[in-house]
């Protein structure tokens, strides 16, 4: 099943909540909210007060993609503020395994991220214990990028190493996701889309949802 992800990254900040909102109304399956801290990439958004306060606009499950040097000291506190799924990076100070763990005790399920450098193979060692992979096809930090078209084989590489022993491990894609990109993805073995520029800047939001999913659909 193709899930559309809107990322409110790529939201009117002054309108964050109706923004939420909106992308429930307008038939997302997930909302992903990207926490960036400065320092692991060279941007900052927002922290866990502005998510609690998402929380009361929309049911949505919230993605939660920390792009931060230390995962582990902030689960928690993100988890109680309303996430759904936490992700993070190898690449961050944090221990891989003790943050996984952190993350369902906390109630939330685990998520690792890579970035476009990271070989897939990084997280294979954990897959039996993480909920999601998300794959970046852009480097992490900014929105509204383009999507980098080598990260296709890196996706199909997940997807068999997932396959191989037979998980339910879901694959997510965040860079550069379009109805044009959709297709490339959803084939490789993506099914988690993010996209962020390419449906908040749409003359009909609702309609690029709509269309993006169906263009993922046509080929998974």
């Known amino acids: ?47 866990p007060v502005v998510v609690k ?18 995962p582990l000291d902030y689960v928690e506190v993100f988890a109680k503020a309303g996430a759904d799924v936490i992700s993070f990076h190898p690449e961050a100070e944090s221990d891989v395994r003790e943050t996984i763990n952190k993350i369902k005790e906390c109630g939330a399920k685990p998520a690792l991220a890579i970035k476009p450098a990271t070989p897939a193979k990084e997280i294979f060692p954990y897959l039996d214990d993480i909920y999601m992979v998300l794959v970046m096809t852009v480097e992490p930090g900014f929105g509204g990028q383009s999507f980098m078209s080598d990260m296709v084989g890196k996706i199909s590489e997940v997807k068999a190493e997932i396959d191989r ?21 959803a084939k490789a073995g993506a099914n988690w889309l993010v996209a962020g520029s390419a449906i908040f800047n749409a003359p009909s939001p609702k309609e690029m949802i709509e269309k993006m999913r169906r263009a993922a659909e046509s080929v998974s």
């Open 1 to 47: 099943m193709i899930c559309i992800a809107p990322s409110i990254l790529s939201a009117d900040f002054s309108m964050l909540g109706q923004a939420a909102a909106d992308m429930e109304r307008f038939g997302a399956d997930i909302l992903h909210i990207d926490v960036m801290d400065g320092h692991f990439v060279p941007n900052l958004t927002i922290g």
């Open 53 to 70: 306060s998402l929380r009361r606009w929309a049911s949505l499950p919230f993605d939660v993609h920390l792009m931060i040097s230390r």
């Open 165 to 185: 022993r037979g998980l339910g491990v879901n694959i997510e894609v965040d860079g550069g996701i379009s109805p044009d990109t959709a297709p490339l993805v």
